[in-house]
């Protein structure tokens, strides 16, 4: 994990379907309260519109990106280190408010036995964006 608070995405996937691969883009819409354009869980009200992932827990648990289930993986900056109700600064005027922790589910030992206790506390977090705009791969990210 990363002490930084600067860093960068590098990964964005949208989770389409239920148990179904999610689509590897390099960059999507985002929906201020809402999340990404065309993500099934994009819905106004929801406090899981956007799972946002730190690529050093990835593999420190080593699985790859997306594995997860989560939207954006980013590097350089230690989510955990974050406050429910913070922000993070993302590329070119977007803002994400962070939210609740993911609780892993049963189907991380679907993925690899023993995941779901290893990745307790460290699964990601929710944000939800506070503007509307477009996200990219190698945006920038700052703590807010």
Do not use: W, Y
């Amino acid at each position: 994990m990363s002490d930084s608070n600067n860093g960068k995405i590098v990964d964005i996937r949208l989770n389409v379907e239920r148990r179904q691969p999610m689509s590897v883009v390099e960059s999507a819409e985002v929906k201020a309260g809402e999340g990404l354009v065309g993500d099934r869980h994009s819905k106004a009200g929801s406090t899981r519109q956007i799972l946002m992932m730190d690529r050093a827990i990835l593999e420190t648990l080593e699985v790859e990106p997306g594995q997860l289930r989560e939207n954006i993986t980013i590097s350089g900056v230690s989510l955990f280190g974050l406050e429910e109700g913070q922000t993070l600064k993302v590329g070119d005027g977007l803002e994400f408010k962070i939210g609740e922790l993911c609780d892993p589910c049963d189907n991380m030992d679907h993925i690899k036995p023993g995941l779901r206790e290893k990745i307790e506390g460290q699964r990601g977090l929710f944000v939800t964006p506070l503007f509307s705009g477009t996200v990219n791969v190698g945006d920038e990210v700052s703590v807010g």
